[in-house]
């Protein structure tokens, strides 16, 4: 069975700096990919970042990084240089043989 | 460019009565899926669909049923609503490969209030 645990309901940083949100997630494929997904208060879903298991490479998308750690199964998302767009709900997911789940995400405040 | 539609963005029901969320995606999308999102749960997967004329249960069935006669759609019903069913559902598909690489495609959701 596929788990996603985001363990950090609500997080705050302030504009400009640095924040990390935490994911581990237990799997038994062999195959599998994990994801970010921001849902601000549109409730749109927009995917951040992807990651591929397979490769030991870190994912990048601009200020967006993720630190990949496989045999900790454990995937946090680093927003660097955080901006007020930021403000939304972060969910973690993966991938596997049929399934997306998802984790019960974390709420992200900007302050100004 | 439509990519995954969903209606109606709003819906409110009593107990007992029955209703059908619709869902459309126009980009050949093999794979359908329908999740709820429920605050603090984040989002559970209701049913799936791998391809035309095959569905499956995903964490949530119950309450639910599913059919996918065409690739386009994939309607999700509701037979005799329950307030524990009012929630935000989501409707997303994705170009699912055997891996399931490509990243899911979500619909804006609709907000259903059972009463």
């Known amino acids: 069975a596929q788990t996603v645990t985001q363990s950090q309901p609500e997080m705050s940083v302030q504009e400009a700096e640095t924040v990390t949100l935490s994911c581990t997630y237990d799997?038994?494929?062999?195959?599998?990919?994990l994801f970010w997904y921001k849902q601000p208060p549109s409730r749109q879903m927009i995917l951040v970042i992807r990651?591929?298991?397979?490769?030991?490479q870190n994912a990048t998308e601009n200020r967006f990084s993720v630190n990949f750690q496989k045999a900790a199964k454990s995937f946090s998302l680093k927003i660097s240089d955080s901006q007020l767009g930021d403000a939304a709900m972060y969910f973690c997911?993966?991938?596997?043989?049929?399934?997306?789940?998802f984790g019960t995400g974390t709420r992200l405040k900007v302050l100004a | 460019n439509a990519g995954v539609t969903q209606t109606p963005k709003f819906q409110v029901l009593k107990t007992g009565q029955s209703m059908t969320l619709q869902c459309a995606q126009d980009?050949?999308?093999?794979?359908m899926s329908w999740y709820r999102q429920d605050p603090g749960m984040g989002l559970r997967l209701i049913h799936y669909?791998?391809?035309?004329?095959?569905?499956d249960q995903g964490e949530v069935p119950n309450g639910y049923n599913v059919s996918r006669s065409t690739t386009e759609d994939f309607p999700l019903r509701l037979l005799s609503a329950a307030p524990s069913q009012t929630s935000v559902y989501f409707c997303?598909?994705?170009?699912?490969?055997?891996?399931?690489?490509?990243?899911?495609?979500f619909g804006n959701g609709t907000r259903l209030t059972v009463t």
């Open positions: 997911a993966s991938s596997g043989t049929y399934k997306y789940i």
């Open positions: 799997t038994s494929e062999s195959d599998y990919y």
């Open positions: 990651q591929e298991a397979y490769k030991q």
């Open positions: 980009m050949n999308h093999e794979y």
């Open positions: 669909s791998v391809g035309a004329g095959i569905t």
């Open positions: 997303a598909s994705s170009r699912a490969g055997s891996s399931y690489n490509s990243p899911l495609h």
